[in-house]
């Protein structure tokens, strides 16, 4: 299956229309940093720490960290039903670094891809680099990679937006968003303003087949 045509996000814009809800699963790692970013693209930001936090959301962000502490964190806190219908009715996905390892097919199954973890090896544990991304602009991202993965095997439906090195760092399949890299820990919201538009238009979609 072939990935919607987004709309190209307005960099620095707040999104028109009413406010999206928007959960940062807030078991571990840096799930404030993403919120702060959110709030300025204009998201209504909810901590999800358990089911009932995913009520009414319209997008969903799984920050960076330590996958295998999410990992057993989705589970001890029973998260997955709720995280497998919300990705089943096509509301957006944004995973970084280990939120990018939890969609793998070796985890949730979210993308169609496998990701390899600390992949740049343990000399190169964090480092910053400027990468041309699909959809941003001209303007390259500075991207901050701390103990990142990439990604080592993906199918036919997953798209990429970035790659580093010949690797593959940020990557598109259908409603789920992902980077390697860390986009909260900038000032450059264009990174999060792809994954804003994807949530609008999931929206928008939503309630024009409600309306049906
Ligand atoms: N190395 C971590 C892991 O494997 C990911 C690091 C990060 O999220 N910054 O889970």
């Known amino acids: 299956m072939r990935s919607p045509i987004w709309p190209r996000p307005t960099p620095c814009s707040r999104t028109a229309g009413p406010e999206l ?3 940062v699963l807030a078991l571990q ?3 404030e940093a993403h919120a702060r970013i959110l ?9 999800v720490r358990g089911a009932e936090d995913m009520d009414g959301l319209d997008g969903l962000v799984i920050p960076g960290g330590e996958s295998t502490t999410i990992a057993k964190g989705i589970e001890s806190s029973s998260l997955e039903p709720a995280l497998r219908s919300h990705h089943e009715a096509g509301r957006p996905i944004l995973g970084t670094c280990a939120g990018l390892i939890v969609c793998d097919s070796e985890h949730l199954g979210f993308l169609d ?3 390899r973890r600390n992949a740049f090896g343990r000399q190169l544990q964090s480092f910053e680099a400027d990468l041309a991304i699909d959809g941003i602009g001209d303007e390259p991202l500075r991207a ?3 103990r990142a993965p990439w990604i080592e095997r993906r199918g036919d439906g997953v798209e990429v937006l970035a790659s580093y090195e010949g690797h593959p760092v940020a990557v598109r399949e259908g ?3 992902a980077s390697a890299f860390h986009p909260e820990l900038t000032d450059d919201p264009r990174f999060h303003a792809i994954f804003m538009a994807m949530t609008t238009s999931a929206r928008q979609r ?4 409600a309306a049906r």
């Open 21 to 23: 809800r928007v959960g």
């Open 29 to 31: 790692g840096g799930f």
């Open 39 to 47: 709030r300025q693209l204009g998201a209504t930001v909810t901590e």
């Open 113 to 115: 891809a496998t990701a």
């Open 144 to 146: 901050v990679f701390i």
């Open 175 to 177: 409603a789920v968003l």
């Open 206 to 209: 939503a309630g024009e087949e």
